[in-house]
């Protein structure tokens, strides 16, 4: 069994050879966490999950690595916004955003590192780039000198030249060449919050976060460098450049996947277009495997157009396979259906994978049951969905079950009747965790079963 990856090193789909199969390594880029998670981040990380579900099926031990960047401007911004600690807010969000994963069925990684847990890491690195002349001091900032290194624009298929006349990129005068990036910058007093050094007080770059935490968690060089298309220049570009400095290495990782662009309803998802959508908006509304297999119905690394349609197809699909198997009586199996997993092991081409889960659904309809525990196996191992009980869903939800849902709704109306609608809000909810959606109308209450 092989697994195919597309590298964007190298441009195209190669044979994935891991370093040491005994330790498979992989590192994603996580979030920043300023605020809620937003789809992209929910893209990103539901793919590398799937990445990390196959590569636990082919390989005794996998590490992921998926970094927290708690440091940050927008961070400072934010938490001097609300009048908290930096603590208080970065908190909050990890928090929130393990909540929004876990309803998304992404599996923990096994190591989390935070930015702010290995500034003197980033501090040491910084230095040795330093005493090497791959960084210089000017204007109490320390920047990445890009000259420094050969093929700086490689990764991501940059022309050097064009960069440098390029309108994007901030000009500073105190840098020696316009693609120069920071590596260590003072913060603003107001903020009251940075690292001694002898830089100065101040904060680590980004990109250098990035590349300290990877070598620290998986060695000079590892197999796997995942993350959203977006980051690829300048993130990754940068990340490279810095471990190539480091480490004398001529790469960081010897695969570099990136999960495609994110767009809503046909239009590039962006702040500054003002059409984020935000993981807790989506999840307030759907349940979270019908968002998860909305966001692998299409392959990983083209770009994904997310709509209520979107969320719609995924809906009926699992609805449809949920009342397949609510009926009859099947063994649980270990077994992965052969066909799914070969389309899986194709780089994740997890819309084939899709297509052949209804066919399989098909065949159980028309009385091949004992196609069932190997159905079940497939979706939840390497899609993580089907997660629930089908018995559970509730086209036969039993007298029991429908008067407790009664209840909920009466508790729900009488939280509103006196103003708590935060309870009433946490009601709804409850019952949309357990695949009951209620609808309000001039007659009523009345609920319905997802499935
Ligand atoms: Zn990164």
């Known amino acids: 069994m092989r697994l195919i990856l597309r590298n964007t090193l190298i441009g195209r789909k190669e044979e994935f050879r891991p370093i040491d199969d005994n330790n498979v390594r992989m590192y994603a880029c996580g979030p920043t966490v300023y605020g809620r998670a ?19 099926s082919l390989y005794p031990n996998v590490t992921y690595v998926r970094n927290i960047t708690d440091v940050d401007d927008k961070i400072y911004n934010a938490a001097f916004e609300r009048g908290i600690s930096l603590e208080q807010l970065t908190e909050e969000n990890i928090k929130f955003f393990h ?34 002349g791959n960084a210089y001091i000017a204007d109490e900032h320390v920047y990445f000198d890009v000259s420094s290194i050969e093929n700086y624009g490689a ?13 994007r990129i901030e000009v500073s005068q105190a840098k020696k060449n316009p693609m120069d990036f920071v590596l260590w ?8 919050f940075g690292w001694d050094s002898c830089f100065g007080k101040g904060r680590p770059g980004w990109h250098i976060e990035c590349s300290v935490m990877a070598h620290k968690f998986l060695g000079e060089i590892f197999d796997i460098h995942g993350g959203g298309i977006d980051l690829l220049f300048p993130h990754h570009e940068n990340e490279l450049a810095q471990s190539r400095a480091l480490t004398g ?15 809503i309803d046909n239009i590039k998802m962006s702040k500054s277009l003002g059409n984020c959508c935000f993981v807790n908006d989506i999840l307030a509304k759907h349940d979270g495997e019908t968002v998860r297999l909305a966001l692998l119905l299409t392959q990983y690394s083209s770009p994904l157009n997310f709509s209520e349609d979107l969320l719609t197809q995924a809906n009926n699909l699992l609805s449809k396979w949920y009342k397949a198997l609510q009926h009859i009586e099947f063994a649980e199996s270990e077994c992965l259906d052969e066909n799914v997993w070969a389309a899986m092991l194709d780089d994740m081409n997890t819309p084939k994978a899709i297509s052949l889960l209804c066919e399989m659904v098909e065949k ?15 979706c939840r191992t390497l899609i993580g969905i089907m997660m629930k009980n089908p018995k559970d869903c509730f086209c036969s939800a039993s007298t029991e079950k429908k008067d407790w849902i009664l209840e909920q709704i009466d508790k729900r109306k009488q939280a509103k009747t006196i ?13 949309l965790d357990d695949g009951i959606i209620i609808e309000d109308s001039k007659d009523g209450t009345t609920w319905k079963s997802k499935f």
């Open 38 to 56: 937003h789809l992209g981040n929910a893209r990103a990380a539901v793919v590398f999950d799937v990445l990390y579900r196959i590569l636990k």
């Open 99 to 132: 909540e929004d994963l876990g309803k998304l069925n992404v599996l923990p990684v096994d190591i989390e590192p935070k930015a702010t847990h290995n500034i003197e890491d980033m501090l040491a690195s910084i230095k040795k780039l330093v005493d090497r």
């Open 155 to 167: 990764l991501s298929r940059k022309n050097i030249d064009e960069l440098q006349n390029g309108a």
């Open 185 to 192: 910058k003072p913060v603003d007093e107001k903020f009251n």
């Open 249 to 263: 290495q001529k790469n960081m990782a010897n695969y570099w996947v990136h999960n495609g662009h994110l767009n």
């Open 364 to 378: 159980i309809n028309k009385g091949e049951v004992k196609l069932a525990g190997i159905f079940m196996n497939t």
């Open 419 to 431: 103003g708590d609608y935060s309870l009433a809000d946490k009601i709804r909810l409850e019952l």
